[in-house]
C-alpha cells in the first residue's frame, strides 16, 4: 500500500491505497466522484478523461499513486454553485449530450482544447477524435464547443 | 446516474467472470479450488452450479443446445461465462479469475453463415411468385452479406443482484432497456413466478441502441451467484467482456431474386435467407428475421414475394436486439437489387423506385406480408430528397468526373421504417398448425403514471427506459401542455421498478415505440388527470381554482369531491397500438404499428490509388409523421445515421476460423469518430399516422437502415459494380476494385 495526496476539484485528499489502483477507480469509488464514468479501461474512449493540472488525461491509464501532489479536475468540479459552465450551457442547448455518458471526458478534453486558444471547428473534431460518443454523431458537440470558441 | 454509479445495498461481493477462451470447446474439467483459496475470495458459481440451480432460458423456436446463464462441459463461443468469482473488490475478483484451472479439448468451430446449424427453416409465399417470376421479362439475383457488428454503447452492462433466501425473491439493480418479455424470459430461468423478480433500472442508461436487452442472461447469472454465496453480488461488464460476450447484431446472407417487367415494374420477389444468431438462440431471437416480415416488400407496391428464412447457429456470441433490428440487413439486399435492375433496365434508379412506390393514396395500405402502412407520401418525399442532393447536377458531375477517370457514385435508398413492434411477429416461426397449440400474441401496449401530489408537484413516470433518446423531456411536454402548466414543474421518472411500475411486456425502449404508444400512454395519463381536475372544478363551480388547491382538495378534502369519485390524483393509463392482431393463417403479420419512410441519397468518391471512400454529400428526407420535440427529433437521426455509417464504412464483428474474436478492443473495433462521419443534411415532412394518438412514428432506427443501402449504393456505382461487401474499408473496397 502506498499514501497518496491529491487536490481533487480544490480539496485536497490523503488516501492509503494499492499501488495498481487505477486513478479512474480511485475517483469513483474511493472518493464518490462518479461523473467521471468508465467506458473501454484501454485508453481509447475518453469517457474518463480528467483534467491532472490542467491538462486532459485518461484517469484509466493512470495509476492513483502517479497523481500523487498533483491537482485534479473532474467534472463535478466544474459547475459553481450549481450554476452550469458556459460550456455546460452550450451542450444543453445543442442538444450536444443523448445518454450523457461520454459527456464528462469530453467536457474535459474540452476545457482544455479551450484553454489553448480559438480552436476552429477542424481543430475541435481532431480534438473529439479521442473520444467516442455512440449517440449524437458528434456534430451538435462540435457546434457546442465552437460556439464557446467563437469559431 | 448510471449503474455502476449506484451502490444500493452495503456489502456487496464484487463479481468477475471468467470467459471460454476457445470458440468451441469441451470443458475436461474446470477446478475452482485455488481461487477459492485466494485471500478476499468469498465464493465460485461455477457452470455446473447454473444449469443445477437454473433451467434453460426459452426461447420462440426450439434448440439443441439450451442455453443457460453460464457453459457446464461444453463452451459454444469464446467469451462464453464458464464461472462466476465473487471476492471483497474487483481487483481481487479478476487476481482469482486467473487461479482457476480449465482444461479444454478444442472442437471444430463453425463461423460462417452457411455451414451454420440450422435450427428453423420456414418459407413462405405470398402472392403468385411462380406466375410473376414465369411472365417476367427481366429477372435479377445478387447475394448479399451483411456482417456482424454492434451499436456497443459507450457505457458497458450493469448489475447488482441480492437474492432473498426467506421469500425467495430476487431483486436486482440492471441497466436493462426492455423488452420486458425478457424478464419473463429470466423469471422463468430462475424458477420464480415474475412477481419474485423484481427488476429495477437505474435512473440514466449511457446508450444501449438494443444491446442491453440481453442484459438480462447476467441478471440471471449474478442472482444465482448471489442466491449460493448468500450475499448482494454487483459486477460491470468491461469491454473486452463487452465486445466479446454481450450481444450483436445477426449476421445475413441473402440471395435474393426479383421479377421485372421491361417497363421496371417489379412484380416478383424471393429471398432466401440464411440469419446467423450466434452459438444459442437466444430470446428473443430469431425476432430480428421477422421484426420485418410485414415490410418485405419495402417501400414498393409489388405483391408477389416469396421467402425462405433460415436460422442458423455458429460458434460466435449470441445476437439479439441492435439499432434497425433486421432493417439494415433486409433493405441492403432489397435496396441493392433494386440498383442492379436499375443497371440493367437501363433506367435511372430514383426513376425505376418512383414506378414502384405505394402511391400516396393507398395509405392505409395492406402490404403482401400483412403489414399496415399507415400514411405517407412517398413520391413526394423522393422528389424531396432529390432536390436537395441536387440529384441531376450530382449525376452530370458523375460523368465528368467519370471522363476524366475518377471514380465517383451516388447511392439511394428508399426505407419503410417500421416502429412499435407487435409482440406476436415472432410466433411466425411456428407453422400455423403449430401456432393454434400455444397462447396467441399480439400487440404492444406501454403504461404511465401521471399524479399529483398534496401541494400540486405533477410527477410522471413511464416504462420506456430511455437511454438519452430524449423521453423525459417529451413526457415533461406533453404533460404540460395537457395540464397547462410549465415543463420545468414536471418530474419525470424514468426507473422502471417492475414491483412498482406501470408496466406491460412490451415495456422498454426499442423498436423506436416511445413516440408512439410510450408518449401515448403519457398523453392519456395526462388526459385522466386533466379531466378529474375539471370535474373537480365543476363540481365546486370554481373554473379558477389552481391546480395546487384542486390537488389539495383530492388529497386532503375528499369529501369535497364529487360523488363517487376516488380521493387523490394518481391516474395510470395503457397505450396499446391498433391494428396488431396475431399472425393469420395465411402466415401474414402486421409486424409494427406505425411506419415512417425515408429517402437517402449518398454520393461518394472512392480513392483510385488507396480504396478509401470519400462521402461527398448526404441528404436524409424523413417523414415520421408528427414530430414531437424537433431537436429530440434530429439528435435520433444524427445518431442513427451515425450507426449506419459505422456499419457500412468501418464497424466488424470479425472472428477466425476457430472461432477468435480479433476484433476484441476499441483499437481494432472501428466506432467511427468525430472526423469520420461525412456531413449529413436532414429534412423533414410530416404526414401524421391516424394509428397514434400523438400522430407521432419512430424514427430513431431508419437511417441505421438506409445507410448501409445508400452507402453501399453509392459505392458499386462508382465502382461500376452490382455489389461491394459492407464494410468499407480501405483494404475491402481495394481488393473490390482489383476483383
Known sequence: MMAVEVTV???????????????????????????????????????????????????????AVQADGLAITTVEGLAQNGRLTPLQEAFRA???????????????????????????????????????????????????IAEVAGS | ????????????????????????????????????????????????????????????????????????????????????????????AEDALELIEVEYEPLPAVVEPEQGEVV???????????????????????????????????????????????????????NFQGPFTLHSVAAAALGLPGSRLRLITPPDSGGSFGIKAAVYVYIVLLGLASRKLGIPVRWTEDRLEHLAGSSASTARITDVEAAFTRQGELIGLRYDVIEDVG?????????????????????????????????????????????????????????????????????????????????????????????????????????????????????QEQRRAR???????????CVVEPSISNMGYISLVETAQEREHSLPKSGNAEGATVSVSPLGGVTVRVGTTPQGQGHKTVCAQIVAEVLQIDPGEVEVVTELDTSTSAWTVASGNYSSRFSGVGAGAVYVAAQKVAAKVAAIRDHLGDQSLSLRRVAGIAHWHPDALPPGMEPGLYE?????????????????????????????????????????????????????????????????????????????????????????????????????????????????????????????KGLGEGNTMSVPAALANAVADALGKDRVDIPFTPSRVWEAMQG
Open chain 1, 9 to 63: 476539484n480544490g480539496r485536497r485528499y490523503r488516501e492509503v491505497v494499492e499501488p495498481r489502483l487505477l486513478l479512474s477507480d480511485f475517483l469513483r469509488h474511493r472518493l464518490g466522484l462518479t461523473g467521471t464514468h468508465v467506458g473501454c479501461e484501454h485508453g481509447v474512449c475518453g469517457a474518463c478523461t480528467v483534467l491532472v493540472d490542467g491538462v486532459a488525461v485518461r484517469s484509466c491509464l493512470l495509476f
Open chain 2, 572 to 696: 395510470t393509463a395503457f397505450c396499446a397500438a391498433p391494428n396488431l392482431a396475431p399472425p393469420d393463417e395465411e402466415d401474414r403479420v402486421a409486424s409494427s404499428a406505425a411506419h415512417g419512410f425515408i429517402v437517402d441519397v449518398a454520393v461518394v468518391e472512392v480513392g483510385r490509388e488507396t480504396g478509401e471512400v470519400r462521402v461527398l454529400d448526404y441528404v436524409t428526407v424523413h417523414d415520421a409523421g408528427r414530430l414531437l420535440n424537433p431537436l429530440v427529433a434530429e439528435g435520433q437521426i444524427r445518431g442513427g445515421f451515425a450507426h449506419g455509417a459505422g456499419a457500412a464504412l468501418f464497424e466488424r464483428l470479425v472472428y477466425d476460423e476457430d472461432g477468435n474474436l480479433l476484433t476484441g478492443t476499441f483499437m481494432d473495433y472501428l466506432c467511427p469518430t468525430a472526423p469520420d462521419l461525412p456531413p449529413l443534411s436532414i429534412e423533414h415532412r410530416e404526414t401524421p399516422s391516424p394509428f397514434t394518438p400523438l400522430g407521432a
Open chain 1, 94 to 144: 445543442h442538444h450536444a449530450l443523448q445518454c450523457g455518458f461520454c459527456t464528462p471526458g469530453i467536457l474535459m478534453a474540452a476545457f482544455d482544447l479551450l484553454s489553448r486558444g480559438r480552436p476552429t471547428r477542424e481543430e475541435i473534431a481532431d480534438m473529439l477524435s479521442g473520444h467516442l460518443c455512440r449517440c449524437t454523431g458528434y456534430e451538435p458537440i462540435v457546434a457546442a
Open chain 2, 120 to 174: 428453423s427453416d420456414r418459407s413462405f409465399s405470398y402472392g403468385d411468385v411462380e406466375e410473376a417470376f414465369a411472365s417476367c421479362d427481366l429477372v435479377v439475383r445478387e447475394r448479399f452479406s451483411f456482417p456482424r457488428w454492434t451499436c456497443c454503447p459507450l457505457e458497458t452492462y450493469g448489475v447488482v443482484a441480492d437474492w432473498d433466501a426467506v421469500t425467495g425473491t430476487l431483486t436486482a439493480w440492471a
Open chain 2, 403 to 413: 471522363a476524366d477517370g475518377r471514380l465517383y457514385g451516388i447511392g439511394l435508398a
Open chain 2, 1 to 92: 446516474r448510471f449503474m455502476d454509479d449506484l451502490d444500493p445495498l452495503p456489502h456487496a461481493g464484487h463479481a468477475a467472470i471468467l470467459r471460454s477462451q476457445l470458440g468451441h470447446a469441451r470443458i475436461v474439467r474446470l477446478d475452482p479450488a485455488p481461487a477459492l483459496a485466494h485471500p478476499g475470495v468469498i465464493g465460485v458459481l461455477a457452470g455446473e452450479d447454473v444449469v443445477a440451480m437454473s433451467r434453460p432460458f426459452p426461447a420462440a423456436a426450439g434448440s439443441p443446445h439450451p442455453y443457460y446463464a453460464a457453459a457446464h462441459l461444453t463452451a459454444r463461443y469464446a467469451g462464453e461465462p464458464l464461472a462466476v468469482v465473487v471476492a471483497k473488490d474487483r481487483y481481487i
Open chain 2, 279 to 395: 452459438a444459442y438462440l437466444r430470446a428473443p431471437e430469431p425476432a430480428t428475421l421477422y421484426r420485418m416480415h410485414g415490410s418485405l416488400t419495402g417501400a414498393y407496391r409489388v405483391r408477389n414475394v416469396a421467402a425462405r428464412n433460415r436460422v442458423v447457429l455458429t460458434n460466435r456470441c449470441p445476437t439479439a436486439l441492435n439499432r434497425g433490428f433486421g432493417g439494415p440487413q433486409l433493405y441492403l439486399a432489397l435496396e441493392g437489387i433494386m440498383d442492379i435492375a436499375a443497371r440493367r433496365l437501363d433506367l435511372d434508379p430514383a426513376e425505376l423506385r418512383r414506378r414502384n412506390l405505394v402511391p400516396s393514396e393507398r395509405f392505409p395500405y395492406r402490404t403482401p406480408t400483412g403489414a399496415l402502412y399507415d400514411s405517407g407520401d412517398y413520391e413526394a418525399c423522393l422528389d424531396q430528397a432529390l432536390e436537395r442532393a441536387r440529384y441531376e447536377a450530382r449525376r
